[in-house]
């Protein structure tokens, strides 16, 4: 029996664009998770991300074209793989 391999849809085009610690610019965002004024929780083309700091307000999103404008004071900015079955609290306090 031969070997088959898993294919990976590729990966959408993600960037990002911190102005200040004040205004984030996301695009490539596929959909938000959870997001309160310390959290955003975003999936992207690139994996899991997410944003940590004070009073964080998503501005503008556009899902269709990918696209997230948020607000507030930016502390972290991390990326976890995607992870199948765990929950956002699981992510978050896991």
Request: charged fraction near 30%.
């Amino acid at each position: 029996m031969p070997h088959e391999e898993t294919q990976r849809a590729p990966a959408r085009w993600h960037s990002l664009s911190l102005e200040g610690r004040e205004k984030l610019s996301i695009t490539g965002v596929d959909d938000v998770s959870g997001f309160d004024e310390g959290l955003v929780v975003l999936r992207t083309g690139q994996g899991e991300l997410t944003v940590r700091g004070r009073e964080l307000h998503i501005e503008h999103i556009d899902l269709d074209s990918g696209m997230l404008e948020l607000h507030g004071h930016v502390q972290e900015l991390s990326y976890d793989e995607p992870t199948e079955g765990r929950t956002l609290w699981s992510r978050l306090f896991g």
